[in-house]
């Protein structure tokens, strides 16, 4: 069985602080996908980044940056240099390779950025 | 990535009314899947929308209940019968990338209210 766990409920920064989320997952699988998705308050779940479960490598993408370890399994999320947009509903998912496409998402952990 | 529309966008319906959800992608996909949101919750997913055969629904999700539609390869819709309080939430359809890597576009959402 697949499982998502956001321990971080919600978060508050300031403005221009680096704020790290944290995901953590469970699955028997080898296969796996795993990515994160923003919702702001508009309510519109947009896509970040997917992960397979072959590729380990850290991914930086302006100032969000992924660190995937399967030792952990962990899937974190950094934002550097936070800015007041970047307040959000973000969750982390999980897909098994067999599972027809069926995401689990964790609980998300609300992000406020404050000014 | 696909352009997906739905509508209506929000609602408020009494108890004991229908409400139907049309979802509309702008290129043919072969799954399409149907999310609830109550909340301050997470995602979970009510059924899986493939054309030409019945939903596949999720423990705890039933036909009578949440009857879908799937006519064609851009269109489906979720008719949430019998309204309950219970049911305000936010109901989401996605679609898969066709990618092989269980990635899916999320539209933007129903925000139902049942007083």
């Known amino acids: 069985a697949q499982k998502v766990t956001q321990a971080q409920t919600e978060i508050s920064v300031v403005e221009k602080e680096d704020v790290t989320l944290d995901c953590v997952y469970e699955t028997r699988d080898t296969t796996y996908y795993l990515f994160w998705y923003k919702q702001p308050p508009s309510g519109e779940l947009g896509f970040l980044i997917r992960?397979?479960?072959?590729?380990?490598q850290n991914e930086i993408s302006g100032r969000y940056s992924w660190n995937f370890q399967k030792s952990t399994s962990s899937f974190n999320f950094t934002i550097t240099a936070s800015q007041v947009v970047d307040s959000a509903v973000y969750f982390c998912?999980?897909?098994?390779?067999?599972?027809?496409?069926?995401?689990?998402f964790g609980k998300g952990t609300l992000l406020t950025v404050n000014p | 990535s696909a352009v997906i529309s739905q509508k209506p966008s929000r609602d408020i319906c009494q108890r004991g009314t229908s409400l139907t959800i049309q979802c509309q992608v702008d290129?043919?996909?072969?799954?399409m899947f149907w999310y609830r949101q109550q909340p301050g919750q997470s995602l979970t997913l009510i059924a899986t929308?493939?054309?030409?055969?019945?939903?596949?629904?999720e423990s705890g999700f039933v036909i009578d209940k949440f009857p879908i539609s799937r006519p064609n390869l851009t269109f489906s819709t979720l008719t949430v019968s019998n309204l309950s309080p219970e049911d305000s939430s936010i109901y989401l359809c996605?679609?898969?990338?066709?990618?092989?890597?269980?990635?899916?576009?999320f539209g933007p959402g129903t925000r139902l209210t049942v007083t």
């Open positions: 996605s679609v898969g990338s066709g990618t092989g890597s269980n990635e899916q576009y």
């Open positions: 290129s043919q996909v072969t799954m």
């Open positions: 998912a999980l897909s098994e390779a067999g599972s027809n496409y069926k995401l689990t």
């Open positions: 992960r397979n479960s072959f590729d380990e």
């Open positions: 929308a493939n054309q030409g055969s019945e939903a596949t629904y």
